[in-house]
């Protein structure tokens, strides 16, 4: 379809529709740096009367917050790092090594599509409490360590490689494993970034996994303690929320704003 | 000039690092746990525990206390969130043999757990396991609790109780009512619309199993007979739900049910504060929250009676896990030793509203003249008397969750036939 | 090569599954040892309408989620579907929600309708709307919660459209407007048809995503009130960790996860009629 230019009522409207998606993060950074009694007294009045950090200060003092930052880093760079490791030599195989039962293996690759976490975190959890691992990274990272997007990806990018590249590697007597660490990684750079950013993204937003593999703050993730800040039973204390969440929020909203047209491509591939 | 020595690459993150790209060495990570200088050379003992909020401060300033008093023992507190979470944390910690040393739980599961195996025995705190009130420690808490080992000691303990916005009250020369029809009649009076909006509802309760469990004791029946058999109070177990449908559906009088679990306390509380609710029942816990919080004076008052006066025991008991190592049991025993003296006791009261769970406690409180002063704090204590144990079974807790709570929310919202759903609960109850 | 990748799949995918079958033939709470029951679990699922239940409130939440967001985002996609930098920000702002995690955007909601102070309860009293606790209805809070999921990945299916109307050939539109067709027109008689494939696309994906939903719902409604959010995924999880029962809970997620396959069947289905186009 041909875009038309905008027009001035039309421009109005788009930023309106912008505004529906703006407006409740600003909310929440105001709120954040307001006090409790003047949330209660005027819930619609925008602006804090004077700037307060106190919501922060009490968030990182009721709970260990840094520690939580830290363990959710950790968490979603280990599985990102790990996956690129593992999608590098098994898409370099799916897509260039010939043997039999290839069509087998990248089906069942794909087919981990239908196992979503939902499905599998009950006997995972057993097997996890069975070797006494529960509530350890392990137990955060190694379900995660293969991505069929990322295979998928990685065998996408190399199928455009030519195959007299890699010859010429062998030829000059790179083994296999030099050419999976070595020689194919400058060539996928952009694919491999985006797998990265997208999986540390959805990793660090994740809730379901260590909800159920986690007991104690050893390695609770950011996630479970910003939704633990809405104490129950005394009156929630939203600013402290608020503030909790613009710690969750913020990391991601800046690799977005950074990187957007990296996680698009991505998040885009992941579903054709 | 030498280089100081942070700019070095401290050695422990760079094994971190590599070991987490080979997807193994995370675990290793654990090592880097931040120690608190205070707890140096000491034993460690880790508490779960679940309060959110102004009780979760006052306990965490005891934990502190403790920490500071003696130097043998550090003890780690982790928050859980509600009772809920904190209970479902910890028994699939157990499962995984990774639980605490100490946590604290609701008297419905202590059963269960006893059962299971999963408790240690407490007979080597001594003496003072004598100075509780009977009505709250292991033996007044379940019928024929003394008979089993000693698993368990009172933490924060509770009854339900009434609260009434002082002003409204006084401005309608109104006192706590005394009885189920005072009380019916009460919050009718006490409603006020406006343009067929509720702007305020006489009465404001939780539509939970505990303050059910008080309607039907009121009722005069029992949720579990003394031989164990779950009945659920028969008939006045389907009266207890008929006040709160006649209240909800007919009268208008009291709010329906908001939200789950702890959601709808929150609300309850957050209607009385917010003068939509002129009377509420909920537990004395909030009693300090409240009073602190309200622009009109609390008033706290005993539950009316029906056929006779009831209430139940709510709140948590310690209790300490087998699975831990016995040097960190020991540890953890210290502090609850610890928290049963009079002086935690009498902060921990006074700090929240729980009733105070010792005798030289009460004692102590009486003698300073404190129930004088603060009559509201012996209103739970007062309805000791009527407290009805809770029976021994280890099936109660999931009556309570799955089987009676789900159908009285939907009784109360006039979806099915309350006979039928009670029918039906009370098969569930006993087949299960 | 695939030797690791294939070791993974095998102990974290393959094996669980096989588990999970296993555990849902037995009872077991994880403290006491476990009992064989053959197919009581699922025959407890089928007793008293509980899995009808389950299923019921999954599609109140789903199909509203899927229903708003497709059609929201194909609305986006029209908007915004031009040059310039205005076009640009917007698509980045409602695309924003996509990425931010289901815990922000369910505590930020949460706030949002909470019903003392919250800004979006405040304005709709204000507009005279009693809205106070949409939440807190059994008739209202599937939708609400499914209103909140619209919000979140509208921006997602916007995307998706934008790529399909990107893919429709300038000549076809032109074309048709110097046939005389009308702007309306245009849009029902030639953009819609060839985007046919790009929204069963969208909704089926939707469909899969919104299913599994969870985070959602514990950080908001806890699965009430009267279980009317206790949506699949919620169910499972309360089932195995709040009430432990082991079996009931792999009975359930097997259930679920032959729904999910029927749902991807769906999904191919409608992949390859996207790719025949």
């Keep these: 379809m041909k875009a038309r230019p905008l027009s001035v009522p039309g421009g109005i409207g788009l930023s309106l529709v912008a505004l529906v998606w703006l407006a409740p993060y600003a909310w929440m950074v105001l709120t954040s740096l307001k006090s409790l009694p003047e949330i209660v007294a005027a819930p619609l009045s925008p602006f804090p009367s004077t700037l307060r950090l106190d919501a922060y200060r009490a968030a990182f003092q009721s709970m260990p917050l840094a520690r939580y930052v830290w363990n959710t880093s950790v968490m979603a760079f280990g599985i990102a790092a790990l996956q690129l490791l593992l999608a590098l030599p098994a898409g370099y195989a799916l897509a260039k090594l010939r043997f039999k039962g290839r069509g087998v293996a990248f089906g069942l690759v794909l087919a981990t599509l239908l196992v979503p976490a939902q499905v599998r975190f009950v006997p995972t959890f057993g097997l996890f409490a069975e070797l006494r691992l529960t509530n350890t990274f392990t137990a955060l990272v190694l379900p995660f360590a293969v991505s069929a997007l990322g295979t998928f990806l990685v065998r996408q990018a190399l199928m455009s490689v030519p195959d007299a590249l890699l010859e010429a590697a062998r030829i000059d007597g790179a083994g296999e494993w030099t050419i999976v660490y070595r020689i194919l990684p400058p060539l996928l750079v952009p694919t491999l970034i985006s797998l990265f950013l997208f999986s540390f993204v959805f990793h660090w937003n994740d809730y379901f996994w260590p909800l159920v593999m986690t007991t104690d703050d050893r390695v609770r993730t950011l996630p479970l303690g910003v939704a633990l800040l809405r104490e129950q039973g005394t009156g929630v204390r939203w600013h402290i929320v608020m503030a909790g969440n613009v710690i969750l929020s913020a990391p991601v909203l800046a690799i977005f704003a950074l990187a957007q047209k990296r996680l698009l491509h991505a998040i885009t591939a992941s579903t054709s | ?432 | 090569m695939l030797a690791p990748t294939l070791v993974v799949l095998a102990t974290f995918y393959f094996y669980p599954l096989l588990v999970a079958v296993y555990y849902s033939l037995h009872a077991w709470d994880l403290l006491t040892p476990a009992r064989y029951v053959g197919l009581d679990n699922y025959r407890a699922l089928l007793a008293g309408g509980a899995l009808a239940d389950v299923l019921l409130a999954t599609l109140r939440v789903s199909l509203t989620a899927v229903l708003g967001s497709t059609l929201l985002g194909l609305l986006l996609a029209l908007a915004v579907n031009r040059p310039g930098r205005l076009a640009a920000f917007v698509r980045s702002s409602v695309f924003s929600a996509y990425v931010v995690s289901w815990v922000s955007v369910g505590l930020l909601w949460l706030w949002l309708l909470d019903a003392d102070a919250g800004a979006v309860s405040a304005l709709f009293r204000m507009l005279g709307f009693g809205t106070a606790g949409v939440l807190a209805r059994p008739e209202s809070a599937p939708y609400a919660l499914g209103l909140v999921v619209v919000w979140k990945v509208a921006g997602y299916a916007m995307v998706l459209f934008l790529g399909g109307l990107q893919s429709i050939p300038p000549s076809v539109v032109e074309a048709a407007t110097l046939d005389g067709a009308s702007r309306l027109d245009r849009f029902f008689h030639v953009t819609l048809p060839l985007l046919a494939p790009t929204l069963a696309f969208v909704t089926t994906t939707s469909l899969i995503l919104t299913f599994q939903a969870f985070d959602v719902v514990r950080v908001m409604t806890q699965g009430g009130p009267v279980r009317s959010t206790t949506v699949f995924v919620y169910s499972i999880y309360e089932q195995m960790f709040m009430d432990l029962r082991v079996g009931r809970a792999s009975a359930e997620a097997v259930v679920f996860f032959v729904i999910l396959l029927g749902l991807t069947g769906l999904e191919l289905w409608a992949f390859r009629r996207r790719g025949a186009v």
């Excluded at chain 2, 502190?64 to 928050?79: D, G, I, L, P, T």
């Excluded at chain 2, 009945?231 to 209240?247: I, N």
Aim: glycine content about 10%; proline content about 7%; some cysteine.
């Design chain 2, 1 to 432: 000039m030498p280089l100081p020595s942070r700019h070095r690459a401290p050695p422990a993150r760079d094994v971190g690092r590599r070991e987490l790209l080979l997807g193994a060495g995370a675990a290793a990570l654990g090592g880097c746990e931040p120690v608190s200088p205070l707890s140096r050379g000491r034993q460690q003992a880790s508490l779960w525990f679940t309060y959110g909020g102004r009780n979760r401060e006052v306990l965490e300033h005891l934990v502190q206390r403790f920490n500071h008093a003696q130097s043998a023992v550090y003890v780690k507190s982790v928050f859980q969130g509600d009772y809920y979470e904190g209970l479902a944390k910890l028994r699939v910690a157990l499962a995984a043999n990774a639980g605490p040393a100490l946590s604290h739980v609701v008297g419905e599961i202590v059963p269960y757990l006893a059962e299971a195996g999963v408790l240690e025995r407490l007979d080597a705190i001594g003496a003072v396991a004598h100075h509780v009130l009977p009505e709250l420690g292991q033996r007044g808490s379940w019928v024929g609790g003394d008979t089993h080992p000693l698993v368990s000691l009172p933490f924060n303990r509770s009854t339900p109780i009434a609260y009434l916005n002082g002003a409204i009250f006084e401005q309608g020369g109104l006192s706590a009512p005394r009885s189920w029809d005072e009380l019916r009649d009460m919050a009718r009076l006490l409603t006020r619309r406006e343009r067929g909006r509720t702007t305020r509802y006489g009465f404001g309760c939780p539509v939970d199993w505990w303050f059910w469990a008080a309607l039907v004791g009121q009722a005069g029946g029992h949720v579990a007979e003394p031989n164990g058999d779950i009945t659920l109070g028969g008939e006045a177990g389907l009266r207890a739900v008929d006040f709160w449908q006649k209240l909800v559906l007919e009268d208008g009088s009291m709010k329906p049910p908001a939200g789950r679990d702890y959601n709808a306390w929150e609300q309850t509380n957050q209607d009385f504060l917010a003068g939509r609710a002129a009377m509420i029942w909920t537990s004395t816990a909030f009693l300090s929250y409240l009073e602190k919080n309200a622009r009109f004076p609390v008033v706290a008052a005993p539950l009316p009676m029906r056929e006779r006066h009831a209430v139940p025991t709510g709140g948590t008991h310690w209790v300490l896990l087998k699975s831990a190592p016995p040097a960190e049991k020991v540890a953890a025993l210290a502090f609850v030793r610890f928290m049963l003296e009079p002086a935690q006791v009498i902060d921990w009261a006074n700090g929240t509203g729980y009733i105070p769970v010792t005798q030289q406690a009460v004692l102590a409180l009486s003698e300073s003249g404190h129930f004088t002063r603060h009559p509201n704090q012996r209103v739970a204590l007062d309805q000791l008397k009527f407290a009805e144990p809770w029976p021994w079974s280890t099936r109660l807790f999931r009556v309570q969750r799955e089987i009676v709570q789900p159908r009285l929310e939907q009784a109360v919202l006039g979806r099915g036939r309350t006979r039928e759903l009670f029918a039906e609960a009370r098969r569930l109850a006993r087949a299960d």
